[in-house]
C-alpha cells in the first residue's frame, strides 16, 4: 500500500512539484528570514563575538550595551586584577572619534585602543601587515570593507566635489595617512571585522595612542577584557569581580544578549524585523498546509475508492503520513537547501545572514507540524468519507 | 521522468539538506580568539592587591636645579655616567663672578696689609730723627740752664739787669718744655699703632673676608654640584645654552642612585584596606611578564595622592587617590630603568565574599 501512496503522491507531475514547492518556499521562507534576522542581531554584538579572548567584559555599573559605553577610572583596571581569578585583565578604549581622510572629507570612526604591552582584544583575521606594527609611530589598523567603501577617495573630483566621470575608487591602502581628532594616523595593517549594526569603520590602535586621539574626558577606561584563571567559571568569577570592585562584569555571551535586549527593548529594528520574520514564517505555514491540504482533497476520491475496496481507517491515515512525510522532507531539503545557496552567495556582503543550528531545527519542525496538521486534517475527511460519494462524481 | 519524480528530487533534497549542514557548520565556526603578542602577566598570589609602579632611583629622581642662571659652559658628565658625590655637573658662566672674586680678594688684602703695617709701628726710621730732636732739646735745656746757673752765680744783682735774668728763666722753662715735647713725641712713636686704630683695621679686614666669601659663594654658585654618588640619569641642557634658575618643566640634570632601584607602587584607595606591608610582592615587566622580580618592602609615603595618569597630558583631571608604597628592587634582579613603569602584585589577605549584591542589569526607571 506504500507503494500505492507514493505512487499517488508522485502520479501526477504538475500536482506534485507544486506540492514540493510549496513546502520548499515554506521552508526556504522560514529558514532565511530566521537566518537574516538571527544575521541581523549578531551583529549587533559582532565586536564581542569577534574580540572572544577574554572570558569577561568589565564596564561602568550603568553600561548597558556594547556601543555605549562609560569610562571608567584607570585604577579600576587594578582592582580586577586583584580579584582572585582573574588570571589577567586588559584595558580597552573604544569610542565613536571623528576622523579625516587624506582628502579631507571626514568620517566617525569607532577606535579600539588595546593595551600597549599585550595588544590583546586585536581583530580577529589580520588580512595585510601585523598586530605587533602597531607599536610602530602613529600606528592604526583599519578593517579592509571600510578601508575600500567608506574610507575610499575618488581619484577625481569635479568642481561639484561629486566623483568626476572616469574616477576610479581609491581605497586606503597600508602607509596612507589619515587624521583622527587632529592627530595623525598611519595605516600598518589591514584586518577583517565582523560587520557591526551601524557599520563604522573600525580603527585599531594602541590604549595609549587612541588616548591622544581621545578628547579630554576624566575618565578613559572604556572597558576591561578579563580573562578568568584556569579552573574558574568565567560566570561566577562576574558576579565575584562585580560584588568587590561594584563595577559589571559580564561573560561574553552575556554582554552579547544584554546589548540583543537593549536593541529589543529601546529601538525599533527588532520589532519590526521581527514582525516581517513571523509573517514570513505564517505565509510559510499557511503555503505549505494550504498546499498538502488541497492535494489530499484533491486524492479523496482515490482515498474513497481504496476505502470502498475494504482498506481501513487506519491504513489510509498511515498512507496519507507516509505521503506528508515524503513531501514534506523533500520539500524541505530543497526549501533549506536554497536558504543555504542564499547564504553562502550572499556571505560578505551588507546583507546579514547566519544560519545557527537552531534555524534549521526549528523550521524542520514547522514543516513536520504544518505537514501533520494538514494530513490531520485531511485525515478528517478521509474518515468522514462515504466511500460511494467516489462513485456519485 | 519517474526517475526525476522518484530519484532526482530525494537527491537534490539530501544535497539540499547537506547544504544546510555546511551552512551552519561554517557559517557558526567560533571566531579563532586573536591573540595578543604577549600573555599578560599572571599573578602568582591567589589573593592579591594589583598595582602599577613606576621604577625610580632609590634616592629619586633628583631633578637638579642651578642655583645662578647664565649660560652654560661645560658639562663635564655625559648622560648614563656616574658621578661621586661633590663632582661639578654643571659649569655655568663664570667670568663676572671670578673678577668679582679677584677684586674682593685684593681687597681683603689691602686691610690685612694695613693691620700688618698698624701693628708693626714704630718704624725705627722715624724713631731715631725724634730720639735726636729730645737730645737736641735736651742740650738746649742744659745750655739755658747753665746760662741761668751762671747768671745766679753772678753775686752783684747789678751786674745783671732783671731782664735778662728772667729771659733766662724763661729759656729755661721754654727748653723744659721743649724737652718735654720731644720726648712725648719720642713716646707716640715708640707707642706704635694706637689700640682702636687696630681694631677698626681688624673690622675693616672682616667686612673685607665677608665680602670675598660673598664673591666665592657666587662663584660656587656657577656650578652645580653632585648632592651625592649617582648616576646622570637626563641632561636637559648644552653647553652655550642659557640655563635658567628656578622650577623649571624639565629640570637641566637629573640625578639619581641607581644602585638599588625603588618601585613606586600605586595603590587604588579602595584596595588599600587589604594591603599589607609585610606581604610578598613581586614586579612584572611590561612587554614580557615571564620576567618578574621579587621585590621588598621600603617603605609608605603617609600621604595619599591623586592618581597620574600616565598619558603625559597636561589636561588630566583625576578624582582618585593612591597610596603610594615604596619597594626595593635590585637591578640585577629586572632589566628595568628608572621611569619605567611594571605591573605590581603583592599577596594579600583573603577578601571577604561580596558584601553587597550583585548588580543587576536594571531597566528603563519608569
Redesign the interface.
Known sequence: MNRIAIKMLVGDVAKYFGILLGIGFAALLITQQSSIFTGLMARSFAFISDTSLPDLWVTDPEVKYIDELEPMQSTALDRVRGVPGVAWAVPMYKALLRGRLPNGMFRSVIVVGLDDATLIGGPPKIIEGSLAELRRADGVILDIVSARTRLASYSALDEHGNPAPGATLLPLRVGDTLQINDRRAVVVGLCEVSRTFQSQPMIYTTFSRALTYAPPERKQLSLILAKAAPGIDPETLGLRITATTQLRARTSWQFSWDTVLYYTKNTGIVINFGIAVALGFLVGVAIAGQTFYNFTLDNLRYFGALKAMGASNWLLLRMVLLQSLTAGTIGYGLGVGAAALFGIEVKGSELAFRMTWHIPAISAGAVAIICALSAIVSMIKVIRLEPAVVFRG | ??IV??AL??I?????????????H???L??????????????PF???????GIIEAKSRNIALGVGRPGLVTALPHDIGSTAASGDILIQIDDRDTKARLFARRAELLGTQQELARLKSLPRPEEVAPKAAALEVRKAQLADAQNLLELANKVADPRALSREDLTRRQSAVREAEANVSEAQSQLQLIKAGAWQPDLDIASAKIAVAQAAVSSAEAEQEQTQVRAPFAGEVLQVNVRVGEYAAAGQAAQAAIVLGDVTTLHVRA???E??TW?FRPEAVARAFL??N?SISAKITFVAIEPLMVP?R???G?S?E????R?LQVLYALDPKDLPVKPGQLV?V?IE?T??P???????Q?Q??PK
Not at chain 2, 13 to 18: E, F, L, R
Open positions: 521522468m519517474m519524480r522518484l528530487l530525494p537534490l533534497s539530501i544535497a539540499g539538506i547537506c547544504l544546510a549542514a555546511y551552512s551552519v561554517a557559517g557558526n567560533p571566531i579563532v580568539p586573536a591573540m595578543g603578542i604577549v600573555t599578560p602577566a599572571a599573578s591567589k589573593t592579591r592587591v594589583s598595582a602599577s600605586d595603590i587604588d579602595m584596595d587589604r611590561r612587554g611578564p592618581k595618569s600616565l598619558t597630558s589636561r583631571q583625576v578624582d582618585t593612591v605591573d602584585s594579600a583573603a577578601a565574599e561580596a558584601q553587597s549584591q550583585p548588580i542589569s531597566g528603563v
